[in-house]
């Protein structure tokens, strides 16, 4: 398995305040995203990273920001949580130099819930 | 805008069965397409990839294929298993950089003793 860990595996917050997810890889991949997972809507991208500071935009961004100082770390905060980002946020790596850089390993996964 | 559609999305088999899962995508402009599987409260794990230019992929009792110019790919599965039970992903990866997949919704798999 890859090695990515995601942190905290669950949580519980109320509206309006911060929360920030981190996941951390060990495999020295360049490309970094974070996918949140809701029933009948499948994986949906929110954003990725292609390098340390170097972030884009996925599908349904609104509302959260990513940070990548580290090619190790990449942070998925939830400036002011709202209950419609309740959800099973999942970190994914790829690696863009080899014959397989397109394929995409995901880590555990963090339950989130917004009460 | 690409969609991913997965039929059926719920599928209960006895064991030992051969069987199809199908996924279709409405932009055939695909780099590649990527089957995965979740099991219940994990993360995803990575089955298959399938470029592009190629019709097929295997490993194990897992095949999958590909045809980009209609929009479709299986996966097959054979000599089914309880432990093959789970929901099998299917996602393509638009053009452009990033690698930025798009998933399917699923198809949940049972398989019976």
């Known amino acids: 398995d890859a090695g990515i860990t995601q942190s905290p595996r669950h949580k519980v917050t109320e509206t309006g305040t911060p929360v920030t997810l981190r996941c951390h890889q060990t495999?020295?991949?360049?490309?970094m995203y974070w996918y949140r997972q809701d029933p009948g809507h499948g994986l949906r991208l929110i954003h990725y990273?292609?390098?340390?500071?170097?972030?884009d935009k996925g599908e349904v961004s609104d509302g959260y920001s990513v940070s990548r100082s580290k090619t190790e770390d990449f942070l998925l905060t939830l400036e002011s949580a709202t209950s419609s980002q309740t959800s099973v946020y999942f970190c994914?790596?790829?690696?863009?130099?080899?014959?397989?850089?397109?394929?995409?390993?995901f880590g555990p996964g963090t339950r989130l819930t917004v009460l | 805008k690409q969609e991913v559609t997965q039929i059926p999305a719920a599928l209960s088999v006895p064991e030992g069965e051969n069987l199809v899962l199908n996924c279709s995508f409405t932009?055939?402009?695909?780099?590649?397409l990527q089957w995965f599987r979740q099991d219940p409260g994990k993360g995803l794990t990575s089955l298959l990839l399938?470029?592009?230019?190629?019709r097929e992929q295997t490993s194990g009792r897992l095949n999958a294929s590909l045809d980009k110019s209609s929009g479709r790919s299986t996966l097959y599965i054979a000599a089914s298993q309880p432990g093959d039970s789970a929901t099998y992903l299917c996602?393509?990866?638009?053009?452009?950089?990033?690698?930025?997949?798009?998933f399917g919704t699923g198809t949940q798999l049972k398989v019976e003793l």
């Open positions: 994914a790596i790829s690696e863009s130099l080899t014959s397989l850089e397109n394929e995409q390993f």
């Open positions: 495999e020295n991949h360049r490309y």
């Open positions: 932009d055939s402009a695909i780099y590649n």
């Open positions: 996602a393509v990866r638009r053009g452009g950089g990033g690698n930025k997949l798009t």
């Open positions: 990273s292609y390098g340390v500071k170097d972030t």
């Open positions: 399938i470029q592009s230019s190629q």
